[in-house]
């Protein structure tokens, strides 16, 4: 028996609409990466700076995060700029002026890197953090803090370690 145009429209719908619907994974795919990318990409700006376990950074209540720049590590036994050896503190300790000179030095040589060629003009844009062991005298930080003066940086800043407000609060007293 023949059926008639309207029937026949009728199952060819019905088999166009009977199947199951189906999802489109390429695109799903696309979209996932594009998100990991986004989350990698913004997640790299929240940094903390991890002093080594031979530093024991003074407490402090500071809330803003460092920035990324030239670092100044003075051990006990050391002075370090980027990671390498740079002067003794016994050295630093002996020496009669202000200003040390290796450390001064490889400071310089940091000016020309990557990491302050946008500040190469401007002296108030370079910037430097001090990691201080806290067992080591001011009169050595002093004169690391001149020596970075003296080397070009405008803007000088010593890692701490943040305790918490509420202790801070108590310690501070009424």
Known sequence: MSQSARAKRMARHHQRTGRGASLNLVSLMDIFTILVFFLLVNSAEVQTLEPPRALKLP?????????????????????????SPVVSVADVEASEGVVIEPLRAALKAQTDR?????AATDLSA?????????????????????????????????????????????????
């Open 59 to 83: 407490e402090s209540v500071a809330l803003e995060k460092p920035r990324d720049t030239v670092i100044v590590m003075v051990t006990r036994d050391q002075v370090l700029v980027q990671g």
């Open 114 to 118: 990557a990491l302050v060629r946008a």
């Open 126 to 174: 370079r910037e430097i953090t001090i990691l201080g062991d806290r067992e080591v005298p001011y009169r050595v930080l002093k004169k690391v803090m001149a020596t970075c003066t003296e080397a070009d940086y405008g803007q000088l800043s010593l890692a701490v370690m943040q305790k918490e407000a509420a202790a801070a609060a108590v310690a501070a007293g009424p």
